[in-house]
């Protein structure tokens, strides 16, 4: 089964921007829709952004002008531009492939605060 390395968190003040990073351990160019999740502090993991084969993206409400997904097919990565980051966007940030679960990775933290 694909498994997922996510990277790029940290602490970051209101406002302020993040990129995160997912490597999955095997060759994604033939995975049709990948996507982030976010699960805040004491909830249930979310998916906010997906991102299909051919770059066709879509966004949860609370993220659509602020976050960007993209892929690297070439080096079996996924990213997260996270911009005008907000505190509930507090969490830790996971990548799958919603259609075909796999694993979940470790994730990476994202706290934003002052």
């Known amino acids: 089964q694909m498994q997922f390395v996510e990277s790029g968190g940290g602490l970051v003040q209101p406002g302020g921007s993040l990129t995160l990073s997912c490597t999955a351990s095997a060759s994604v160019s033939d995975i049709f829709f990948m996507g982030w999740y976010h699960q805040p502090p004491g909830h249930e993991r979310d998916l906010i952004a997906t991102?299909?084969?051919?770059?066709?993206?879509d966004y949860a409400q609370a993220i659509k002008g602020r976050f960007n997904i993209s892929r690297d097919n070439a080096k079996n990565t996924l990213y997260l531009q996270m911009n005008s980051l907000r505190p509930d966007d507090t969490g830790v940030y996971y990548c799958?492939?919603?259609?075909?679960?796999?694993?979940w990775g470790q994730g990476t933290q994202v706290t934003v605060s002052s």
């Open positions: 799958n492939i919603p259609l075909a679960l796999g694993p």
């Open positions: 991102i299909s084969r051919v770059d066709i993206t």
